[in-house]
C-alpha cells in the first residue's frame, strides 16, 4: 500500500510562488509515475503535471506550462510541484497522484493512477 502526503499549500498574492512537496511511503518510490492533479471549487478535478520514473521526461497542462515545474528526488520518496507566477485561477486543492503500473504517456487521466493523497490547499488571492 503507497501513502502519499502533500505539504507546502497556503495563501498567496498573484504572482507569488509556492512549492509543494509530496512524500510518499510503501513501495519503490522510483518504479512510480508520479502526477499533480487540482480541483478548484465548482470545478472538476484537472491534470497539472506528471514526472516520469526517473526525472528524464515531464508533462504539464498548457494552462501552467511556463509557470509550474515539477521535479522528484526519489532519495527522499518525494514529488515537488514549483508554481511560480500564480494566478486566482489557480485556487485549489492540489493532489499529488501515483501510478505503480505500466500505461501509456502521458498520463493525464486521474483513472491512470493508483494512488492520491489527502490534497493540500492552495488560495491565490487577486
Known amino acids: 500500500q503507497v501513502q502519499l502526503v502533500e505539504a507546502g499549500g497556503g495563501l498567496v498574492q498573484a504572482g507569488e510562488s509556492l512549492r509543494l512537496s509530496c512524500a510518499a511511503s510503501g513501495g519503490t518510490f522510483s518504479t512510480f509515475t508520479m502526477g499533480w492533479f487540482r480541483q478548484g471549487p465548482r470545478k472538476e478535478r484537472e491534470f497539472v503535471a506528471t514526472i516520469g520514473r526517473s526525472s528524464g521526461y515531464s508533462y504539464y497542462a498548457d494552462s501552467v506550462k511556463g509557470r509550474f515545474t515539477i521535479s522528484r528526488d526519489n532519495a527522499k520518496n518525494t514529488v515537488y510541484l514549483q508554481m511560480n507566477s500564480l494566478k486566482p485561477e489557480g485556487t485549489a486543492v492540489y493532489y499529488c497522484?501515483?501510478?505503480?503500473?505500466?500505461?501509456?504517456?502521458?498520463?493525464?487521466?486521474?483513472?491512470?493512477?493508483?494512488?492520491w493523497g489527502q490534497g493540500t490547499q492552495v488560495t491565490v488571492s487577486s
Open positions: 497522484a501515483a501510478r505503480v503500473r505500466w500505461g501509456g504517456w502521458p498520463p493525464e487521466d486521474g483513472h491512470d493512477y493508483d494512488y
